[in-house]
């Protein structure tokens, strides 16, 4: 069995007219802003900083496993070479490391963070497929979700993304201030009180 990131098959998503339909687009649109900038917290391979990155952001995508980690950086350098990817790859960073140490020493406020932890609610159902099983062997559950959301708030975001489960409580008990909901995930936002100047 094998475990490689291909951002090529979602090529169909990124089209523009399938894009802006995204929940995950939706929910992280930042509106008045030219060149927004995101903080994928929980990278994992990828594939949700891309559709951000698509969308027009640039995106710093944090994962703390050192497997998942290379692999991811070996997806983005074959995305890097593709010319149908080129571009929006161009806009994703990697960050090897714990998230709450990268958000906390961020030099600007991203404006939007983007929280997808793994669960220890989470079950493995018999129909899961064996290389997302594999995946979530490699991925730890997330240990302190408290730590994680204040972490993400401390980064004095626009706003915080959160997907979850269509059924799943709030991460960190944290109510959101939206949430767009579809068959199976629903995308929670958080929008923090803006600092007065």
């Known amino acids: ?13 990124l089209r523009q007219d399938r894009l802006h339909r995204e929940l995950l ?14 903080v994928d917290a929980t990278a994992g391979l990828g594939e949700d900083a891309l559709l951000l990155a698509a969308a027009g952001f640039t995106v710093t995508l ?8 290379a ?44 929280l997808d932890p793994m669960f220890p609610d989470r079950r493995r159902r018999a129909s899961t497929n064996k290389k997302l099983q594999l995946f979530q062997v490699l991925e730890r559950p997330c240990e302190d979700e408290d730590a994680l959301m204040a972490a993400a708030l401390t980064a004095r975001p626009r ?28 995308y929670d936002v958080i929008v923090p009180p803006r600092e007065s100047i």
Request: proline fraction near 7%; hydrophobic fraction near 45%.
């Open 1 to 13: 069995m094998e475990l490689r990131g291909d951002f090529a098959r979602l090529l169909p998503r």
């Open 25 to 38: 687009v939706r929910a992280a649109r930042v509106r008045g802003v030219d060149a927004p900038t995101a």
């Open 62 to 69: 944090c994962e703390r496993d050192p497997v998942i980690a």
């Open 71 to 114: 692999l991811l950086a070996d997806t983005l350098l074959r995305a890097r070479e593709d010319e149908r990817l080129s571009k929006v790859a161009a806009r994703m960073r990697l960050v090897e490391g714990d998230a709450i140490e990268t958000l906390a020493s961020l030099d600007e406020a991203p404006d939007v963070v983007f």
């Open 159 to 186: 706003k915080v993304v959160v997907k979850r489960p269509l059924k799943g409580p709030h991460l960190a008990g944290v109510k959101p201030s939206s949430s767009l909901a579809g068959k199976v995930v629903r």
